[in-house]
């Protein structure tokens, strides 16, 4: 069954910005970390930001911080990722999921994986 289905993504120029939504359809959302995740042609899937279940904790990959900001609305069931200061390096289809703790940024057993959202940067 379809537990989330990501959006937001788009073709944009370096320096632009997106917003990635993440809609959760499962009645767990609020009780678990999340987190985002990227995968390019060619590379493996790499954990990109991640959040504690009350939003209070996050974890940023390197590459992103200062950048990308993660956040949650646990009311309306939905993941969010800020992305400013874009780069050609960001290119790639992004996926949600949930995670062990936001200080755990990997997925588990318990992990699943949507369609993506295609994110793709020029230069």
């Known amino acids: 069954q379809v537990r989330v289905v990501e959006s937001g993504g788009g073709l944009v120029q370096a320096g632009g910005s997106l917003r990635l939504s993440c809609k959760d359809f499962r009645s767990t959302f609020a009780a678990d970390a999340m987190g985002w995740f990227r995968q390019a042609p060619g590379k493996e899937r790499e954990a990109v930001s991640c959040?504690?279940?009350?939003?209070?904790?996050?974890y940023y990959a390197d590459s992103v911080k200062g950048r990308f900001t993660i956040t949650r609305d646990n009311g309306a069931k939905t993941l969010y990722l800020q992305m400013n200061s874009l780069k050609p390096e960001d290119t790639a289809m992004y996926y949600c999921?949930?995670?062990?703790?936001?200080?755990?940024?990997?997925?588990?057993?318990?992990?699943?994986w949507g369609q993506g959202t295609q994110v793709t940067v020029s230069s």
């Open positions: 959040i504690s279940w009350n939003g209070e904790g996050t």
């Open positions: 999921t949930l995670v062990p703790a936001h200080d755990r940024c990997a997925p588990d057993k318990y992990s699943f």
